[in-house]
Structure formats: C-alpha cells, structure tokens
C-alpha cells in the first residue's frame, strides 16, 4: 500500500544569467520525522506558467531524490 505523499516547494530563485530556476522541494510522507529537501534546476523561460514550472521541479526532484519512497 503506498501513502500519500506532500509536496511543497520551499525555495525558489529564477537565475536569470544562467537561464533556469533553482528550487528546493520538500515531500512530506508518514513515517519520516523531517521532510525530504531536495535540492533542483530545471531549465526553463521566465515565463513559464506556474503548473508547467510546478510539475517539472516536482519530477526533477522525484527523479534525484526520492524513487524509493
């Protein structure tokens, strides 16, 4: 059975001279004390909307971080 699992995205910088945003993503699961944080940069326009930007900084972090949860 898999729990659910939340997810904030606690810091977020658009680095302009670089072109990307850079984030940390928490995700919240039951079993674990403190949030996973989980450092990411996703290359993307400024202007990206705020749903594309969401879900892309979420998968990147799923992708380094949190495969086993």
């Given at each position: 059975?898999?729990?659910?699992?939340?997810?904030?995205?606690?810091?977020?910088?658009?680095?302009?001279?670089?072109?990307?945003?850079?984030?940390?993503v928490e995700f919240f699961t039951p079993g674990l004390a403190m949030p996973l944080r989980v450092p990411v940069r996703v290359e993307a326009n400024e202007r990206i909307c705020h749903s594309q930007l969401t879900r892309a900084l979420t998968r990147e972090a799923q992708r380094r971080g949190i495969g086993g949860l």
């Open positions: 059975m898999h729990h659910a699992i939340a997810t904030r995205i606690a810091l977020l910088i658009y680095n302009a001279a670089q072109r990307r945003f850079e984030a940390v």
